[in-house]
């Protein structure tokens, strides 16, 4: 069961709650029903279901809804004498303010035993505010540092931190050119400037600083950019011999075409987000082809259980519709061990636990283990690569289904 509630600042008004009550009136049966069962749990899900993130959020939203209708038609939360999983589902927008009052708002307004969300790790970090401050458990698959990096007691990473994402993404990149013969001496980074971006971008950094090699271009640019020319032309007189581009769907579109279009065909190595979604390659055409992306997960590496998503929606199960399924997984394991739905109990059996079996099978690490501060220790990011429509893993060698191709 899914419920939505509005991101109006005014909720649900006079008239939304009379219509609710009308229809309540009009389906004794159904509540009869609902009484004779145990007491629904409610999990919030507060995803960008608008604005320029809109497609991460409902790829997201549709990776909790697979495993919420699994584990309801499986007989529920056997702990709870198999209560169901209600997710209540609410549109962040794109913009962090708006998704701290969404939290806010759908928190006063719902017992909620947690909440998941929100993709964007600006929207992540705005909820994240308010969940801590009402003691509700978050879990994300969000990368930012600062989510995990401020101490607070609520929130649960389920991969790994961006400045971890941008190293494996430089160092990935050198192992794979090294195997082809290629050396690496000058590379270029441009970035979104939110938290995400910035996160990564030092990552990449510390990788280029460790392996000496000179970083000849390092640009911050405003998320949503609608000109990427200024950007390409620097890249072009740089000198460098790989790009790699951290930005969410729109901007990756613009500054890949930008560069094929003006014949520029350094390798390009995408930082996740916009670069491994279907949309990319539909957007890009043969442009997409062997483009090469960081990821924290991949389809192909379970598809024992990611092709139940590619069956009932129609792609590959993105990376964030998986690892947003580990976490609902991971929750409803926290609540099977502790046998309560209360928001504290579920907090102390997610934090320093390990959980392993389910979803958890399709992280890198084959389970989740958070720390003291909610990060997953076991998570390991991997390389993927656009082929023929499809996003193969290709690095590391031990996970690979097939051999990068460099050029």
């Known amino acids: 069961m899914t419920k939505k509630i509005p991101t109006s600042a005014t909720g649900l008004n006079r008239r939304t709650l009379l219509a609710g009550t009308a229809s309540l009136l009009a389906s004794p049966l159904v509540i009869t029903s609902a009484q004779a069962q145990a007491k629904a749990v409610n999990i919030g899900v507060i995803m960008p279901l608008s604005g320029a993130n809109a497609q ?19 007989g529920g939360i056997k702990a709870l004498g198999g209560a169901k999983i209600n997710l209540i589902v609410a549109d962040s927008t794109s913009t962090p303010t708006t998704a701290g009052n969404v939290a806010q708002r759908l928190i006063t307004q719902n ?18 505010e308010v969940t801590e401050r009402r003691d509700i458990p978050l879990l994300t698959m969000s990368f930012a540092d600062q989510i995990t990096g401020r101490g607070f007691k609520n929130i649960f990473q389920v991969v790994a931190k961006a400045s971890v994402i941008g190293k494996a993404q430089f160092d990935y990149t050198m192992a794979i050119a090294q195997a082809s013969g290629a050396k690496i001496d000058k590379i270029a980074i441009m970035y979104e400037d939110t ?36 950007l390409i032309n620097k890249l ?6 790989a790009v790699f581009p951290v930005s969410y769907l729109n901007d990756s579109l613009l500054i890949i075409r930008t560069m094929r279009q003006q014949k520029i065909d350094i390798p390009a190595i995408g930082g996740a987000a916009g670069y491994v979604i279907p949309d990319f ?19 192909d590496l379970a598809p024992d259980l990611t092709d139940r998503f590619r069956k009932r929606y129609g792609y590959f199960m993105v990376h964030e519709a998986l690892e947003h399924a580990v976490a609902l997984d991971v929750l409803v394991q926290a609540i099977e061990k502790t046998k309560s739905a209360k928001p504290e109990d579920v907090s102390a059996a997610l934090r320093g636990a390990k959980f392993t079996g389910g979803w958890t099978r ?46």
Do not use: C, H
Request: proline share 3%.
């Open 56 to 74: 991460f959020g409902i790829n997201s939203r549709n990776g909790i809804e697979l495993v919420a209708d699994e584990i309801n038609a499986a």
């Open 195 to 230: 938290a995400y971006g910035t996160a990564q971008a030092n990552g990449l950094r510390a990788g280029a600083k460790a392996a000496n090699v000179e970083v000849v271009m390092d640009d911050a640019y405003p998320l949503g950019i609608t000109d990427t020319t200024p």
């Open 281 to 299: 390659e539909k957007g890009l055409g043969e442009f997409a082809e062997n483009v090469l992306s960081i990821n924290l997960s991949n389809y």
């Open 111 to 128: 017992d909620v035993t947690a909440i998941l969300g929100a993709f964007a790790s600006s929207l992540t970090i705005a909820i994240s």
């Open 362 to 407: 399709a992280m890198t690490g084959g389970a989740v283990q958070f720390d003291n501060t909610g990060l997953n220790v076991l998570s390991v990011p991997v390389m993927v690569q656009w082929r023929n429509k499809e996003l193969v893993t290709v690095w590391p060698k031990d996970v690979a289904k097939a051999p990068a191709v460099w050029k």
């Open 236 to 241: 072009r007189a740089s000198g460098a011999q």
